[in-house]
């Protein structure tokens, strides 16, 4: 089974400023993982993933992960934010291996990231 | 490419009434999944189809939710009789594996 820790409930932050949001998982088998942002009222959105290859992952709006096996994390990072950024960020894994066709997501509980000017 | 369409976006109706949500997947995804998120939470999966195969329905609470898809394409989600705590945004999200999840504007239920 498969779990996820965000490990920071809310991060406020100036405009501006670089952010890392944090994401520890604990899985007994090779995992897919994935950042995703809902912006208020809205669906969620896929910010970037991790599935092979380099553990430095890019993603959409300037921002990127990377994936730490021996730290088992996936922290989001931002150089540099904007008030736009403000919304609720998930962290989410699922199996590498298909059972059943059931790559169930296991989600974090989100982190707020508030960007204040 | 179009995304994954939900419709209502919003819906109030009072305990013991009856709703139903629709979903169309994005064209060619095989995979939809619907969630519930309560306000300050994470989703929580209550459903996953293969096609029109159910592949994990665990946290569906089935003596009232229920949901189907019957031509593998477009899913309805139904919950009879709604309670209060049934208040919630409900997604529907569909994948082609390994790519992840695509979600929908979600259909905001409010149960008075």
């Known amino acids: 089974a498969q779990s996820v820790t965000q490990l920071d409930s809310q991060v406020p932050v100036f405009e501006e400023a670089p952010v890392e949001l944090r994401c520890n998982y604990s899985s007994s088998v090779s995992v897919y993982l994935f950042w995703y942002v809902q912006y208020p009222n809205q669906g969620l959105q896929l910010l970037l993933k991790y599935l092979s290859g380099s553990t430095l992952v890019k993603g959409i709006n300037g921002f990127e992960a990377e994936f730490n096996k021996s730290q088992t994390s996936f922290h989001l990072r931002k150089p540099s934010v904007h008030i736009s950024d403000t919304a609720e960020y998930f962290c989410?894994?699922?199996?590498?291996?298909?059972?059943?066709?059931?790559?169930?997501?296991?989600w974090g509980l989100g982190t707020s990231l508030a960007v204040n000017p | 490419e179009a995304g994954v369409a939900q419709s209502p976006r919003y819906k109030i109706i009072e305990k013991r009434q009856s709703v139903a949500f629709w979903c169309n997947p994005i064209s060619g995804h095989a995979t939809l999944y619907w969630y519930q998120q309560i306000l300050g939470q994470g989703p929580k999966l209550l459903i996953q189809?293969?096609?029109?195969?159910?592949?994990?329905d665990s946290q569906l609470p089935k003596d009232r939710f229920s949901a189907e898809r019957l031509k593998g394409v477009d899913s309805t989600l139904k919950i009879q009789p709604a309670k209060l705590e049934d208040s919630a945004v409900y997604l529907c999200a569909s994948s082609l594996p390994p790519g992840g999840q695509f979600f929908g504007p979600g259909t905001r239920l409010t149960v008075l």
């Open positions: 989410a894994v699922s199996p590498a291996y298909n059972a059943g066709n059931n790559r169930k997501l296991i």
């Open positions: 189809f293969q096609n029109n195969g159910v592949v994990d």
